[in-house]
């Protein structure tokens, strides 16, 4: 975001109360991506296959127009990105029927944190070269 970009966004926010604001809960930058995606159901032995869109450190966006989950769902859900296959247990935080799903991870252990983090700068330094737009919002 450009420094210009940010001082309005704040300018034009001074007069809306907070209340009716849109709380943007992501904690983490999100970079578009692209590539193959399985959304498995462990629960109830049901399996989606999709397209990633984006990534975060803390979940991603999987294009699935047959997923049909309510949020909270614990899901496991698998990609490959640059030649590397993650899977990663996660829950559904949020829905979009014909569509697809915003997946929450669950933990990362030290070492599914550090390849995805690696991931993540590969996809920065690729949105940067492409646009100079470092990335798409906060996930």
């Known amino acids: 975001m450009q420094a210009g970009s940010a001082m309005t966004a704040a300018?034009?926010?001074?007069?809306?109360?907070?209340?009716?604001?849109?709380?943007?809960?992501?904690?983490?930058?999100?970079?578009r991506c692209e590539g193959d995606a399985e959304v498995f159901v462990p629960?109830?032995?049901?399996?989606?296959?999709?397209?990633?869109?984006?990534?975060?450190?803390?979940?991603?966006?999987?294009?699935?127009?047959?997923?049909?989950?309510?949020?909270?769902?614990?899901?496991?859900?698998?990609?490959?990105?640059?030649?590397?296959?993650?899977?990663?247990?996660?829950?559904?935080?949020?829905?979009?029927r014909r569509r697809g799903a915003g997946i929450a991870f669950d933990a990362l252990g030290p070492r599914r944190a550090r390849q995805i983090s690696d991931l993540i700068t590969e996809l920065k330094e690729t949105a940067l070269e492409r646009t100079g737009l470092p990335e798409s919002g906060a996930a």
Request: aromatic share 8%.
């Open 11 to 31: 300018q034009s926010t001074q007069s809306v109360p907070a209340a009716t604001m849109p709380q943007n809960r992501r904690q983490h930058p999100r970079y």
């Open 43 to 96: 629960h109830g032995a049901l399996l989606f296959r999709g397209k990633i869109l984006d990534l975060s450190f803390s979940g991603c966006f999987v294009e699935v127009p047959a997923l049909d989950l309510e949020r909270g769902t614990p899901v496991e859900v698998s990609f490959s990105l640059h030649q590397i296959q993650f899977r990663v247990a996660g829950r559904i935080a949020i829905m979009h």
